[in-house]
């Protein structure tokens, strides 16, 4: 027996659809040109939001943290990366300092760019940060080369170079364990020269780099990447805020010729880079999406109605009405973002049902013989009612996400809730008006078959009950016990697409713990005193790899070694020799030398042992071979020769000058720091910068929390991208518990409330409760995560699954004392193609390259999928094996 409510609900959607049909020429026409209004303002007034800070609250702590930190100091959030990685360290280091420059003067589209530990002063005064010991090991290593550097500084000729090795490896075998060269040492020279007679043919060769030459045997670290900081001018109102500076510095890049041919590589991360190429693959991936779940829907349509008259009805009605959501979004929002343009999949997916069971409803009753006026009253009449119902349920899952602290999900909520009641009016009214003028449907030409199940699959069911329901409650304990095993993922770098320069690149420093690691946290003092204090009880915690204030750019033991360099710079004093143009060696000069190195190679007794040297004497002489055979050959051979000793020498000077600058250095004072270094470090009004980095690798989960964890322990201030995504990643996991008990608690409610009894209620619910805990159970089995996309699957499916719940108890109320199966109705029928196309248009999702989407699109798959099993095998069930006492409830 329906409910008051029920009843005056279903008397309300009769009498609405009925006015509908008899205004159908101006509800079409009022439709029309308010859709082309809606139109038009969608598309100017509808902007886009690509900071995903704001995502979240204002008055989220991390982000009143992040904030507050950004007025004071540069900040990586909003800082591209650019990595540079060359074959050489000179190559990496030219090419950075190059591209820098290069971008830092291109102020239309950058602000600042410089690259960490790259400046003059850090060249210069480098040595002095490397402790005692490892200058030791530096000093060793120069006193070891120095005879050869002597040598080349006085004559940087390959001849000179051949008779230096042949000298040396002579003296290696009459000296071993001594003083001179080391084995590994002639290992890194010979193969060096080895590479430069092949490189001489190449078309981009590589010069060889004396300076991974001369720290090879020390404890000076060879680096061959460097990273430039870029702060661009971001335009958040674009769709890809990023976009412009990206291709800038790309092509400052080609220009300099900065190619991986030429040895270098250049790559660009950072949040604007990852959100740029997050966005493109989005905007695609929802684009196909888009298209593909609208195919999908109008295949399942055709299928579900067997009528083109009302598919195209229901198709127009659903057009018209995102048409009018995206308006309202404009007018209410004023945007989207990365999370809310994914609305029009949702709509689709959901706003078809409207159409479905109201379509199907209406040809049953003209296949049953009524007209169409009559058929289209007591469709709505059967229909109408709980299309209501379903409207307030399914906006209610939306709704409850919009005072949740995740406003890209509140927006999301906003827009789809509001949605629902948008398709529901189109669906009562421009649905029939376009059915009356122009697709009114003949039962005898576009139905010809039945609208309900077929072959009585369910039978089997019937007979077996209480099984099912026993079967059901085993399934409901068993994934109740694996839900604690269920997880949050706060990495957001782990949702995007794998395959991203920017994700790749990201990743690869992510791995890096200590300077390189961009999720490094930041803490405020009030002065430097007060920031070094900080900094030595953040050092005190394991999850700390260092920390840097303004201070630690001053080290300590200068005068020890200060001593040291200076004895490093008396052994390389050595003047070079003035040479006379008539002592330059000739090219015949030069190949005789280097036949000379050939042959004493070969007879050398270092080729004939089994060190590591042998290798190198041996595949040296090889290549020393194959080069004088094709400079015997070569039309032009003088140049050959000349590319040779380019390649092999003509990085030695600036390298000599490089180190001379370093160790004739004098000792650093606080007062005399770069000023762009001090800007970085200390705010105009004294505040002092602590930077906090890693010690292990973030992107495993567990220390990129206790990384947070530790550092927010001692300075619950502390901001940076780390702290960001836990605190967004806590604040969303919240949002989702407040969701969810707020989805449970109203939906039953208003139930309740329309329904006046308790049994309804809970038969409506329990199935839905049933495929929500599966839901979580798959996931933990799956090992999908809970992410920042995907965590609205379970308030979603609620909200989307418990209409197919009501449509079938407001089904069996009608049929109870009647003639009829639940499982022959139209509605089970209705509740089924329902199902399918939400199914299908949320499948579309789990095909984005974007993990995040990709794992809602699946989990959403997977839980209308077991609602739509729990809703037509377990719910029935219930209804046969309480029936007595749900009629008195």
Not at 211 to 223: K, N
Not at 558 to 583: A, R, S
Not at 764 to 788: G, H, K, R
Request: net charge negative; charged share 20%; aromatic share 6%.
């Amino acid at each position: 027996m329906k409910s008051q409510i029920d009843a005056a609900l279903a008397k309300l959607a009769t009498r609405w659809v009925d006015a509908a049909r008899r205004r159908a020429l101006p509800v079409i026409a009022a439709c029309l040109l308010i859709t082309v209004a809606a139109g038009v303002y969608a598309v100017l007034f509808l902007g886009i939001n690509s900071d995903n800070v704001r995502l979240v609250a204002k008055d989220l702590p991390s982000r009143r943290n992040h904030e507050a930190f950004a007025r004071l100091f540069p900040n990586l959030e909003n800082a591209l990366l650019v990595v540079v990685d060359g074959e050489t360290p000179e190559l990496a280091r030219e090419s950075a300092n190059a591209l820098s420059d290069a971008l830092e003067s291109d102020s239309q589209y950058f602000e600042d760019a410089y690259v960490p530990g790259g400046e003059r002063f850090f060249e210069e005064k480098g040595l002095l940060y490397r402790s005692p010991d490892e200058l030791d090991a530096f000093a060793d290593q120069m006193a070891r080369l120095q005879p050869i550097l002597a040598a080349l500084g006085q004559d940087a000729s390959v001849a000179n170079l051949a008779s230096l090795v042949e000298m040396g490896l002579e003296t290696t075998v009459a000296d071993a364990g001594g003083a001179s060269v080391r084995d590994q040492d002639w290992a890194v020279i010979l193969d060096s020269v080895g590479k430069a007679t092949v490189a001489v043919y190449a078309e981009f060769p590589l010069a060889l780099s004396w300076e991974e030459l001369l720290l090879s045997g020390s404890a000076v670290e060879v680096i061959s990447r460097r990273v430039i900081v870029v702060h661009p001018q971001l335009d958040f109102g674009s769709f890809l805020a990023a976009g412009r500076a990206m291709a800038q510095i790309r092509e400052h890049a080609l220009t300099l010729g900065l190619e991986a041919e030429r040895g270098v590589t250049v790559r660009i991360t950072g949040n604007p880079a990852l959100n740029y190429e997050e966005m493109i693959g989005l905007a695609w991936d929802l684009g196909l999406g888009g298209v593909a779940c609208f195919l999908l829907v109008i295949m399942v349509l055709t299928r579900a109605l067997r009528s083109l008259r009302l598919v195209v009805a229901a198709v127009g009605t659903l057009l018209i009405g995102l048409v009018w959501t995206a308006a309202f979004a404009a007018a209410a929002v004023g945007h989207l973002t990365l999370v809310s343009a994914s609305f029009a999949i949702l709509f689709i997916g959901l706003g078809v049902d409207f159409g479905i069971h109201l379509g199907m409803a209406y040809a049953n009753e003209r296949r049953e013989g009524f007209d169409h006026a009559e058929g289209l009253r007591r469709a709505a009449g059967n229909v109408g009612g709980s299309l209501m119902i379903c409207t307030l349920t399914t906006a209610t899952g939306f709704y409850v996400f919009v005072p949740t602290d995740y406003l890209g999900v509140a927006e999301l909520g906003l827009i789809a809730g509001t949605g629902m009641i948008i398709i529901l009016g189109l669906t009562l009214t421009l649905f029939p008006a376009l059915l009356t003028k122009g697709l009114q449907i003949d039962p005898t030409r576009d139905i010809r078959r039945q609208l309900h199940f077929r072959g009585g699959w369910w039978r089997v069911l019937d007979r077996r009950s209480h099984q099912v329901m026993i079967s059901a409650g085993v399934l409901l304990l068993a994934g109740i016990a694996l839900i604690p095993g269920a997880r949050f993922d706060v990495n957001v770098v782990q949702m995007r697409d794998p395959t991203t320069e920017s994700v790749q690149t990201f990743n690869d420093l992510l791995a890096q713990s200590g300077s390189m690691s961009p999720w490094y946290v930041n803490s405020v003092a009030s002065d430097l005193e007060a920031a070094q204090e900080v900094a030595a009880r953040m050092q005190e915690l394991d999850s700390v790899s260092h920390t840097l204030t303004l201070a630690d750019y001053v080290p300590v033991d200068q005068e020890e070694k200060l001593e040291v360099l200076e004895d490093i710079g008396f052994l390389m004093d050595t003047p070079p020799m003035v040479v006379d143009d008539d002592d330059v060696q000739s090219y015949d000069q030069q190949v005789a030398a280097l036949r000379r190195l050939h042959d004493f190679l070969g007879q050398s007794e270092i080729a004939n042992s089994r060190s590591e040297l042998a290798r190198s004497v041996r595949v040296l002489r090889e290549k020393l071979a194959t080069f004088l055979e094709r400079v015997r050959s070569d039309a032009e051979p003088e140049e050959a020769l000349e590319r040779l000793d380019e390649l092999l020498l003509s990085g030695l000077p600036d390298q000599l000058t490089r180190l001379d600058a370093a160790v004739n250095t004098d000792a650093i004072v606080l007062e005399e720091l770069p000023e762009e270094l001090v800007t970085r470090m200390i705010a105009r009004d004294g505040r002092a910068r602590v930077q906090i980095f890693p010690r292990y690798d973030l992107s495993n989960e567990a220390a990129f929390a206790r990384f947070t964890d530790d550092v927010q322990s001692i300075d619950p201030l502390a901001a940076g991208v780390a702290v960001n995504l836990v605190g967004f990643g806590r604040a969303t996991r919240s949002s989702f518990q407040q969701a969810l008990i707020s989805a449970i608690l109203l939906i039953s409610l208003l139930l309740l409330l329309l329904w006046r009894r308790v049994a309804p209620m809970l038969l409506v619910m329990s199935p839905l409760v049933l495929s929500s805990v599966l839901t979580v159970a798959a996931m933990v089995l799956l090992d999908i995560p809970f992410n920042f996309g995907n965590v609205i699957v379970i308030p979603l499916l609620l909200g989307i699954g418990v209409d197919s719940g009501i449509h079938l108890v407001h089904r069996a109320e009608q049929l109870r004392g009647g003639s009829g199966d639940l499982m022959e109705s139209t509605t089970a029928r209705a509740v089924f193609y329902s199902a399918l196309t939400t199914t299908l248009s949320f499948g579309t999702l789990a095909f984005s390259s974007h993990r995040g989407m990709a794992s809602l699109g699946v989990l959403l798959s997977i839980g209308m999928t077991l609602t739509v099993i729990c809703n037509l095998i377990v719910l029935p069930a219930l209804l046969r094996g309480f029936r007595g006492r749900i009629t008195q409830a």
